[in-house]
């Protein structure tokens, strides 16, 4: 029995003999630190204490409420005793300082706090649950008017109430440009309104038209969020009582319907006879038409890719003109105007040519509204009409007492030149590449040639082929199938054989990158190729983002048609001066009037010295209007590149063989 027993005390205990046995050896073993293997860990106190306030705070409102009362409780009840038995004044009578401490509590929770018999207490804690219940949905509903209120605001919802304001709808690439030249234009003329509608969000649009344009001056700039073919929206920023509104494309050109739309739905928001001026931008000229019935009489509708390609043909044969137009465009230079001028009635052109000392008279607005540029000398300005000038601004063109002086002794009379035969080089083709030829050949002279580089296959092949079939009579078109962003490709050219070089970047979204990257490839493979050969060339350069000019791969004062910086510069011109979309039409149309830098010599002996205003008379007495010159000796240094737009009809210099006179002429 005593046997037996001892057997199961052993087998309870097995440790035991184990433990006796690793006495008598060596020592046992340490247990491990850690969890043992297949054991689940047990959560600390704290964890769990966590874990399950958690659980009662995703109960709702109550569960928060309730919590919120312990916690005041529990800070306020201790706080209470402790000032009533500390106060000297408490009663000695344990109740009565129990009565204390609940009055000070419910002071201090605004639960009533009177004592009393417990009906008494229940109806005053009762009471006072009932006015914080009341005070506090009170004070939600305001806060959440407030609130929504505020989120209206920020989202931009609200509605404008301007007048007399510039309204701008879409946000494209062209719209920090367009913002800033309104804002440079309206800095003399008082607290002036931009009103922004687009599709995003207003604080991005606000912040990123703060950091593009800066210091707006007198000018307050508003943005709202809405699509602009919401005829609802668009009452968010009044385009009924704006002065113009201004409806700027997207960056792709399949995208133009949308612009026809936009334009449908501001003729819906807007009466008939709204003083405000229509001005869109399209980028493909198949939906001009369309956008032009869309936006109604009086509108303005410009085509991105036609202008582009016209100025980009002109720029090519003509070195340093892509720095006038943009002194003609920007603001803040010298700018196009159109003017009163009731003391020139009755005198012809030529003479009003030198009447204003520092401004430029290049043309004549019809008391109808017609715009004559470069007029015959022998026209009239007759009794109503305006001069168009180029000035500094609108206030500074003044009539001198007496016309600048003119030294006809030095004036020389050259026969118009005719035009020559010429051989460009064209690397990279996009949709405006087919334009662009077409502009060309309307330029240069018979016997021409244009050598056509590019990547593309039988889609670019063909697109060659339709526009050499176009000019095939005036221009010879040869293409040579190349990537000219490969170093093999643009080493094999022989630059000294070309009188100009233009370089276009794809289309956006065929290339897997901005346009511009690619750009800038060719170029710098170009620059390298001049140094190595020793063979400069006259390089004109199309993007699509003014900010990558200035990392460009070339020599200081190489032209740059930068489209969207361009076409912003464009509107803001033409917002500010109705007029003025007539004028530039003109300019960039074939056949009409251009912007021409032709050498000095033609108009005054090389090495004399003459006031500017001999050289306006000698350019009259060709049927031109000189507007300024460049010295093409410092078409490397900035800011100008050499380009003197409007100077005084009074400055003396001496012309050399290297100088340009800029003028206004017939093609």
């Keep these: 029995m005593h046997k037996t027993s001892n057997d199961q005390d052993r087998r309870r205990r097995p440790g035991a003999a184990r433990v006796g046995k690793q006495r008598q050896g060596q020592a046992a073993p340490t247990a491990p630190v850690g969890p043992v293997a297949g054991v689940p860990r047990r959560a600390a106190l704290s964890e769990q204490a966590r874990y399950w306030f958690d659980n ?14 312990i916690a005041c409780l529990v800070i306020v009840v201790p706080a209470s005793a402790i000032l009533v038995w500390t106060d000297d004044r408490a009663p000695d009578d344990r109740w009565a300082k129990a009565a204390a401490v609940w009055r000070s509590v419910g002071q201090t929770l605004r639960l009533g706090g009177e004592p009393g018999s417990p009906l008494r207490v229940v109806l005053s804690v009762f009471l006072a649950l009932v006015a914080l219940f009341y005070v506090s949905t009170l004070v939600s509903l305001i806060t959440a008017a407030i609130t929504e209120k505020l989120l209206d605001l920020r989202r931009g919802h609200s509605t404008v109430l301007e007048d007399g304001h510039t309204v701008v709808l879409g946000w ?18 008082g607290r002036r309104a931009i009103a922004v509608l687009a599709d995003r969000d207003k604080t991005d649009m606000e912040e990123e038209l703060r ?3 800066g210091d707006t001056g007198g000018t307050r700039i508003i943005c709202r969020n809405g699509r602009p073919t919401d005829p609802a929206a668009l009452e968010r920023v009044s385009p009924a009582t704006a002065d113009v509104v201004l409806v700027l494309p997207r960056d792709e050109p399949d995208e133009d319907a949308e612009i026809v739309k936009n334009l449908l739905s501001l003729r819906a928001a807007i009466d008939d006879d709204c003083r405000a001026r229509i001005l869109a931008v399209v980028r493909d000229g198949r939906y001009r038409l369309a956008a032009t019935l869309a936006a ?7 085509e ?17 003109l892509s720095t006038v137009y943009q002194e003609l465009l920007d603001f803040a230079g010298d700018e196009f105007y159109v003017v009163e001028a009731p003391a020139q009635a009755g005198r012809a052109f030529a003479e009003v040519l030198t009447a204003y000392p520092t401004s430029t008279v290049v043309g004549i607005v019809r008391a109808g509204g017609e715009l004559r540029l470069n007029p015959p000398p022998a026209s009239l300005v007759r009794t109503g009409d305006r001069i168009v000038v180029i000035a500094e601004d609108d206030d500074t063109t003044v009539e001198a007492p007496e016309p600048a002086p003119v030294d006809v002794s030095v004036i020389v009379s050259r026969p118009p030149a005719a035009a020559r035969s010429e ?8 949709r405006r590449a087919r334009r662009i030829v077409r502009h060309l050949s309307d330029h240069v002279g018979p016997g021409s040639i244009l050598h056509v580089v590019a990547d593309g296959g039988e889609h670019t092949a063909a697109e060659v082929r339709a526009a050499e079939a176009e000019v095939a009579t005036r221009l010879t078109v040869v293409l040579r199938s190349g990537d000219p962003t490969l170093p093999e490709t643009v080493n ?4 000294a054989a070309y009188d100009g070089v233009i370089v276009l970047g794809p289309d956006r979204g065929t290339c897997g990158g901005a346009p511009d990257d690619r750009t800038l490839v060719t170029l710098l493979l170009l620059r390298d190729l001049e140094r190595t050969s020793g063979s400069p060339v006259a390089v004109v350069t199309e993007m699509t983002d003014d900010r990558n000019r200035a990392i460009a791969p070339v020599g200081p004062g190489a032209d740059f048609v930068v489209s969207g910086k361009l076409v912003g510069l464009l509107v803001s011109q033409i917002s500010q001066n109705w007029h003025l979309a007539d004028l530039f039409e003109e300019l960039l149309a074939p056949g009409g009037n251009t912007i021409q830098l032709k050498p000095a010599g033609h108009y005054v002996r090389a090495g004399c010295r003459a006031s500017f205003a001999t050289v306006v008379e ?17 078409a490397t240094t900035g800011p100008g590149y050499g380009v003197r737009v409007n100077p005084c009809k009074t400055d003396v210099r001496r012309w050399s063989e290297n100088d340009d006179v800029i003028v206004i002429t017939r093609d």
Excluded: F, K
């Excluded at 009662?56 to 009362?69: N, P, V």
């Design 296 to 302: 109604g009489p009086g509108a303005v509708v410009l």
């Design 423 to 430: 051989r460009m080089l064209l690397l990279g083709w996009n």
């Design 56 to 69: 009662t705070l995703a109960g709702g409102a109550a569960a928060l409420i309730g919590w919120l009362a």
């Design 492 to 495: 094999g050219l022989d630059l």
């Design 304 to 320: 991105i890719d036609d202008i582009t390609a016209r100025l980009v043909a002109q720029c090519a044969r003509q070195p340093g």
């Design 172 to 189: 494209s690439d062209q719209i920090v440009t367009v913002v800033a030249e309104i804002v440079e234009a309206n800095a003399n003329q």
């Design 618 to 634: 000698s350019a009259s007495r060709r049927g031109e209007c000189a507007i300024g010159y460049r010295c093409r000796d410092r």
């Design 211 to 213: 950091t593009e344009v």
